[in-house]
């Protein structure tokens, strides 16, 4: 039995700059934008889990500090399996909404795309030609997410780096596109026309001697501001 959660798993993501003033407002306060505003886009496809799912996600991971140190965001996921999608709200503190999500390689090139509710939210479309010998981690990352509800209050939730082991990694260029749907505005983001892409093999996601993901620790309370602001945004 594999000790990750994840195995064989292909990742297209690409970072890419975007609007400061819109990443800033997707921020909880104890977070702040790391310069120049940067996130990084995925579109994945999960063919092996240890919990039974097979399914594909995509995600928006804003590049943020916090008094700890750097730490990832994800303001916006969406996933195309109903387990997966409880299972990483309630755990994790995912935002994950469902949506049509297809990732397709083919000679050299890759595209990822995102549809929900008749809009295509996303458009990744890379060349592919490097093969990177030393990548730089993945999801092996630290995390900053929100988790909670409406009566119990939202809170910030401290997900350390996800243990990861790279098959392979090819990297190029990627042309971007976010469109904008009115639950879902992710062209308000403002991404550039172009960005760096890796396409990654791997697994990812140590279990504990339990076989359950390690715990994580919860930094505070996110300001009512924010709650007021975000709640029901994330949860259409």
């Known amino acids: ?68 140190g750097p730490a990832l965001h994800c303001p916006w996921m969406v996933v195309d399996e109903d387990t997966a999608l409880i299972l990483g709200r309630e755990m994790l503190g995912f935002p994950k909404k469902m949506a049509e999500i297809v990732l397709e ?36 990352r630290r995390m900053v997410n929100v988790i909670g509800t409406l009566p119990t209050g939202m809170k910030l939730i401290d997900l350390p780096p996800a243990a990861e082991h790279i098959h392979s990694v090819r990297s190029g260029e990627a042309k971007v596109a976010l469109a904008s749907s009115e639950r879902d505005p992710l062209g308000a983001l403002q991404p550039a026309a172009a960005g760096r892409a890796r396409l990654v093999h791997l697994d990812f996601g140590a279990m504990d001697a ?21 709640f029901l945004f994330r949860s259409r």
Not at 31 to 56: N, Q
Not at 213 to 220: D, H
């Open 1 to 68: 039995m594999s000790s990750y959660l994840w195995t064989n798993a292909k990742v297209l993501a690409v970072e890419v700059a975007v609007s400061r003033d819109a990443v800033q407002a997707l921020l909880p306060a104890a977070l702040s934008i790391v310069e120049p505003a940067t996130v990084t886009l995925f579109v994945a496809d999960y063919p092996e889990t240890a919990f039974g799912s097979v399914y594909r996600e995509a995600a928006v991971l804003v590049h943020a500090a916090d008094a700890l």
């Open 105 to 140: 390689e083919h000679e050299g090139r890759a595209v990822g795309t995102v549809r929900r509710r008749g809009t295509e939210l996303m458009r990744l479309e890379a060349a592919l030609g490097e093969i990177d010998a030393r990548p730089a981690p993945l999801f092996g």
């Open 210 to 230: 339990s076989g359950s993901p390690a715990k994580s620790p919860i930094l505070g309370d996110v300001d009512a501001a924010w709650t007021a602001r975000h």
